[in-house]
C-alpha cells in the first residue's frame, strides 16, 4: 500500500461548473477526513467518515458541498456550481483509530 | 471557540542553527501533532503526542498537558529543513471536528545555506 492517493493533483476549472475529487485512503484505514486549506491558512476540517457512513460535517461544507464513501474505500468530494472561493487545496486523511493520520497530496482547485 | 495558535508565523534561520516553534491550544486536548508540509501541498506527519518528550533524528517534541503548550524543536537545521510546520490537536471533547483535527496556521521556516 503506497499511502493516501489523491487525485487530481491539480484542476483549473471555470466559474460555475461542477467538479469531483477522489481520495483513495490506506485500505485498512476505516476512518477518511476531508481538509480544506486557503493559502497561507492551516487546513480546517470539513466532513469526516467511519466507513461508509458520513459522521460529521463541517458548517464549512455548503449545500453545493457533498461528499460519498460508498463502499467504505475510496471517498468523492463533489463540488457544485463551484465559486472562486472555492479555490484551495482540498487535503484528504485516513486512520484506523482516528489518532495516528496519514495525508494525501492534495488536489489544488482554482476557480477561474 | 477552540484554538490552535502557534508561533512565530514566519521563520528564517542560517543553517545549523536550533529552531523552536511553539503551539498553544484552548482547551484539553487528546492528541497533539506535529506535521510538515512542502511546497506542493503533500503532508507528512512526524510526531503524535499526548504527553512528554519524543524525539526522532535532529527533530524534538515536547508537550506541557498542564500549560496546554507543545514545541517542536529542530537541532543543526539545515536548508532542506525549510517547510511549513503545522500544529494540529484532537480535542478531548466534542469541539471542531469531533473526530476530526483542529490545524493551527502553520510557521513558515526558511534555512539558509
Not at chain 1, 491539480?10 to 469531483?20: A, L
Not at chain 1, 491558512?41 to 467518515?49: A, M, V
Not at chain 1, 457544485?80 to 479555490?87: K, P, V
Not at chain 2, 503551539?23 to 504527553?51: D, K, N, R, T
Request: hydrophobic residues 30%.
Amino acid at each position: 500500500d503506497t499511502g493516501v492517493s489523491q487525485n487530481p493533483r491539480h484542476k483549473i476549472t471555470k466559474r460555475g461548473q461542477n467538479v469531483t475529487f477522489r481520495c483513495d485512503p490506506i485500505s485498512e484505514h476505516n476512518r477518511l477526513y476531508w481538509y480544506r486549506q486557503t493559502l497561507g491558512q492551516g487546513p480546517e476540517f470539513l466532513t469526516y467518515f467511519q466507513n461508509e457512513a458520513q459522521l460529521e460535517k463541517s458548517r464549512l461544507l455548503s449545500d453545493r458541498f457533498s461528499a460519498e464513501r460508498p463502499k467504505g474505500s475510496f471517498s468523492t468530494l463533489e463540488i457544485q456550481r463551484t465559486e472562486q472561493g472555492d479555490s484551495a487545496m482540498y487535503l484528504c486523511a485516513s486512520s484506523p483509530t482516528g489518532h495516528g493520520y496519514t495525508f494525501g497530496s492534495g488536489t489544488r482547485l482554482t476557480v477561474v | 471557540k477552540n484554538e490552535v495558535e502557534q508561533s512565530p508565523q514566519n521563520l528564517t534561520a542560517q543553517e545549523g542553527e536550533f529552531i523552536t516553534i511553539n503551539c498553544s491550544y484552548s482547551v484539553g486536548i487528546s492528541a497533539l501533532h506535529w506535521l510538515q508540509q512542502h511546497p506542493g501541498g503533500g503532508i507528512v506527519s512526524l510526531f503524535m503526542l499526548s504527553s512528554g518528550k519524543k524525539k526522532h533524528g535532529r527533530l524534538i517534541a515536547t508537550i506541557n498537558i498542564q500549560e496546554k503548550h507543545s514545541s517542536l524543536h529542530i537541532t543543526a537545521s539545515h536548508p532542506r529543513d525549510s517547510a511549513v510546520y503545522i500544529c494540529a490537536v484532537r480535542w478531548g471533547g466534542s469541539g471542531g471536528g469531533a473526530d476530526g483535527l483542529t490545524f493551527g496556521k502553520g510557521t513558515h521556516l526558511i534555512i539558509q545555506p
